[in-house]
């Protein structure tokens, strides 16, 4: 019995030492995106791009670059790293959620957003061994959609209920500011002035990226209603419609520094946080 224990002990503790530097490393990753997103945006709003961009437009942007193919392949890597620990927050409960409804759907959601990050990880690995060219813009999300569609007449509410879903967290995200203050950076340990920071950084950035998502929350619902596709807007597209709003090169100009804001307070996060590996 005791070496049993002794043996379940030692797989915690080999699981535990790959999980954390796995969750660091996506973390910078997820953060290099979105601030390469935000500075992008920032361009567009600042008449030097022609068009916001996405996660496939930061990937072909940092395949193009020199060296690109490493440094895409390096980002690849922590894409992959932070779907697994999205994984690992979901089934291992790292986030204390509990079995209850809600503690079930978060966890569940946890499990989605690692299902997207190794998406985007696949789409990076197709650019690395020239398999496929990727779409940029609103084009994949209309194609997945209007797949849905076609699968029978209710699928439309499909649609609804995401674009419902994409309100709600953006909800949860605004309470989140309010109720876990601090805490929204799960520092380990403490540095004072160097968390009261980070703490605004990351409150900026999760109201810039609530606000892209309520708009692409928005637009789903508008699809899913009318049955229109076109209608479904991504990252892109949201940044696009946002700069079409009475004073929209103000709001985006606002929302592109709130990303880049949101993309510092991941790294900081690669940094600061405390990874509970169960």
Same mark, same amino acid.
């Given at each position: 019995?005791?070496?049993?224990?002794?043996?379940?002990?030692?797989?915690?503790?080999?699981?535990?030492?790959?999980?954390?530097?796995?969750?660091? /490393?996506?973390?910078?990753?997820?953060?290099?995106?979105?601030?390469? =997103?935000?500075?992008?945006?920032?361009?567009?709003?600042?008449? &030097?791009?022609?068009?916001?961009?996405?996660?496939?437009?930061?990937?072909?942007?940092?395949?193009?670059?020199?060296?690109?193919?490493?440094?895409?392949?390096?980002?690849?890597?922590?894409?992959?790293?932070?779907?697994?620990?999205?994984?690992?927050?979901?089934?291992?409960?790292?986030?204390?959620? $509990?079995?209850?409804?809600?503690?079930?759907?978060?966890?569940?959601? #946890?499990?989605?957003?690692?299902?997207? #990050?190794?998406?985007?990880? *696949?789409?990076?690995?197709?650019?690395?061994?020239?398999?496929?060219?990727?779409?940029?813009?609103?084009?994949?999300?209309?194609?997945?959609?209007?797949?849905?569609?076609?699968?029978?007449?209710?699928?439309? *509410?499909?649609?609804?209920?995401?674009?419902?879903?994409?309100?709600?967290?953006?909800?949860?995200?605004?309470?989140?500011?309010?109720?876990?203050? =601090?805490?929204?950076?799960?520092?380990?340990?403490?540095?004072?002035?160097?968390?009261?920071?980070?703490?605004? =950084?990351?409150?900026?950035?999760?109201?810039?990226?609530?606000?892209?998502?309520?708009?692409?929350?928005?637009?789903?619902?508008?699809?899913?209603?009318?049955?229109?596709?076109?209608?479904?807007?991504? /990252?892109?597209?949201?940044?696009?419609?946002?700069?079409?709003?009475? &004073?929209?090169? #103000?709001?985006?100009?606002?929302?592109?520094?709130?990303?880049?804001?949101?993309?510092? #307070?991941?790294?900081?996060?690669? *940094?600061?946080?405390? =990874?509970?590996? $169960?």
């Amino acid at each position: 019995m005791l070496t049993l224990q002794g043996d379940n002990q030692n797989v915690k503790e080999r699981v535990r030492s790959w999980i954390e530097p796995v969750a660091r /490393i996506g973390y910078v990753a997820k953060g290099t995106v979105y601030l390469m =997103i935000g500075v992008m945006a920032m361009l567009f709003a600042t008449g &030097y791009r022609s068009e916001p961009a996405d996660f496939s437009t930061v990937l072909v942007k940092v395949f193009s670059e020199p060296f690109g193919r490493l440094l895409l392949a390096l980002l690849t890597i922590g894409l992959i790293g932070y779907g697994l620990w999205c994984f690992v927050q979901a089934a291992m409960d790292t986030e204390n959620k $509990g079995t209850g409804l809600l503690g079930i759907l978060t966890r569940v959601l #946890y499990a989605v957003i690692g299902f997207v #990050y190794l998406a985007v990880a *696949w789409d990076a690995v197709k650019l690395l061994t020239k398999t496929s060219n990727l779409p940029e813009g609103d084009q994949p999300e209309r194609e997945l959609t209007a797949r849905v569609f076609a699968i029978s007449s209710t699928t439309r *509410w499909l649609a609804v209920a995401a674009g419902l879903g994409f309100m709600a967290f953006c909800v949860y995200e605004i309470r989140r500011l309010y109720v876990e203050g =601090i805490e929204i950076l799960k520092p380990k340990g403490r540095k004072e002035f160097v968390d009261e920071v980070a703490m605004h =950084i990351g409150q900026i950035g999760i109201v810039a990226r609530s606000v892209l998502f309520l708009i692409i929350g928005i637009f789903l619902v508008r699809a899913g209603i009318t049955v229109d596709p076109n209608k479904v807007r991504g /990252i892109s597209g949201a940044l696009t419609e946002l700069d079409r709003q009475p &004073y929209g090169n #103000y709001l985006l100009l606002a929302t592109a520094l709130g990303l880049a804001a949101y993309g510092i #307070y991941m790294l900081l996060l690669a *940094w600061r946080r405390r =990874i509970n590996a $169960g």
